[in-house]
């Protein structure tokens, strides 16, 4: 593993590194980090693997909210990418890295390679949804800089969005844990008020032009999220879909060797570039 502190665009970044190849960029989940993914460092062999702490995550800068919304944050990351000789790549994202991941894909479609989301979505179809999203997020960042990180940390770990993750092997749920303790409250609510889903676009309407290999993985018992996938790939047919049975929300935790192959199988598909072809 190699690890880097670089500075992008005034902030710094903190960005961890896994085997050697074709590059894959994985972006974390909220209250995540770039750590998340050390697990898999071996499960894709042949790729690059570049795991960010994304903005107000981890070791990277937590700077302003305003500096935490969608089109920073994707523009950090493709310059992040230069920086390590990279500009075309894949892309994994989980939940809000999903969201992050699919809109890197929609701003600069001729960067990526192809595109995994893991329990995401293109974000809420209404203004009036994004609102109430926006009312609600900032709350709960009110809540975690009045009441502090472990009081926070065990309401987020109480949403039925993860009730599945209890039957997770206690050393799986104490290294998670040790992650979202070790986070900034102010880096989390900067994060919830600039990067939350009410904050950022819906990309609902873009889905239909997406031309690059794309791969949405959900687990079965994420009723809400599989259906959400559905619905993207009722938009444009060309995105693929793989449901993993006995998972829920968080499936490379759930059921990381089911979503390990699963991914394996998507990258290995991903036609050569011309460069690497000739």
């Known amino acids: 593993m190699k690890t880097h502190k670089l500075a992008i665009r005034g902030v710094n970044y903190h960005v961890e590194e896994y085997g050697?190849?074709?590059?894959?960029?994985?972006l974390h989940g909220f209250t995540g980090r770039g750590a998340v993914w050390r697990p898999f460092a071996d499960a894709w062999p042949g790729w690059r693997m570049i795991a960010v702490d994304l903005l107000g995550h981890g070791d990277t800068d937590a700077p302003d909210p305003?500096?935490?919304?969608?089109?920073?944050?994707?523009?950090?990351l493709l310059r992040l990418m230069e920086v390590l000789g990279e500009r075309r790549f894949a892309v994994l994202g989980y939940s809000m890295g999903g969201r992050v991941a699919l809109a890197l894909a929609v701003m600069r479609p001729e960067s990526v390679l192809g595109l995994v989301l893991e329990s995401?979505?293109?974000?809420?179809?209404?203004?009036?949804?994004?609102?109430?999203?926006?009312?609600?997020?900032?709350?709960?960042?009110?809540?975690?800089?009045?009441?502090?990180?472990?009081?926070?940390?065990?309401?987020?770990?109480?949403?039925?969005?993860?009730?599945?993750q209890g039957r997770l092997p206690p050393q799986v749920l104490a290294r998670q844990r040790a992650i979202r303790l070790a986070q900034r409250p102010s880096g989390l609510a900067a994060s919830l008020r600039g990067l939350g889903t009410g904050c950022q676009p819906s990309y609902w309407p873009q889905l239909r032009r997406l031309r690059m290999p794309t791969c949405l993985v959900t687990g079965d018992l994420d009723e809400k999220y599989t259906q959400i996938a559905k619905q993207m790939q009722e938009c444009n047919p060309r995105l693929g879909r793989q449901v993993i049975q006995g998972a829920g929300h968080t499936v490379h935790l759930e059921r990381p060797d089911a979503f390990a192959q699963t991914v394996a199988g998507f990258l290995r598909s991903l036609p050569p570039t011309s460069s690497e072809a000739g």
């Open 20 to 26: 050697l190849g074709r590059p894959l960029l994985l």
């Open 66 to 76: 305003n500096r935490c919304v969608m089109e920073q944050q994707v523009q950090d």
């Open 120 to 164: 995401s979505s293109p974000g809420l179809r209404s203004a009036g949804e994004r609102a109430d999203r926006r009312r609600a997020d900032e709350r709960l960042a009110a809540f975690l800089e009045e009441r502090g990180l472990e009081p926070f940390v065990e309401r987020w770990e109480s949403l039925p969005l993860f009730a599945t």
